[in-house]
């Protein structure tokens, strides 16, 4: 990690990442519920990483939109930017994205009862 960054940083120069969930992912009626589980996820994966990002759970209501999306400031950053924003904290952006495709799996479950 790089020295001279005091965290928590200030929420403007957090990886602010965005990760929209497919109603789908919730069963045949995952419209229904879409929104909530989003609800519920956010506080779930509030508190991960939370000095150096920032997580908008969200549904995915516009299909062009990526699944997942990092911005630094409103700024849109490609994924070899946001790889090198982690690598400030020893975070490797595949591994980062894997463990919240995990934990989102692992709520989906909580959330349906399984």
């Known amino acids: 990690m ?5 965290l928590p940083l200030p929420k403007d120069r957090k ?3 965005f990760f929209r969930v497919e109603a789908g992912c919730l069963g045949p009626q995952g419209e229904e519920h879409v929104v909530e589980f989003c609800e519920s996820a956010q506080k779930a994966v509030d508190a991960i990483d939370a000095d150096f990002v920032h997580w908008n759970i969200m549904p995915r209501d ?3 939109l ?3 999306e990092y911005k630094l400031n409103s ?3 490609t ?3 946001a ?3 982690l690598e400030f904290f020893d975070k490797n952006l595949d591994e980062f994205e894997g463990h919240l495709h995990d934990k989102l799996a692992l709520l989906i479950d909580e959330y349906l009862g399984y």
């Open 66 to 68: 990526p699944e997942m």
């Open 79 to 81: 994924h070899d930017k």
């Open 83 to 85: 790889a090198k924003y």
């Open 62 to 64: 516009d299909k062009l």
């Open 15 to 17: 990886l602010e990442v």
């Open 75 to 77: 700024k849109k950053l």
């Open 2 to 6: 790089n020295i001279n960054l005091k």
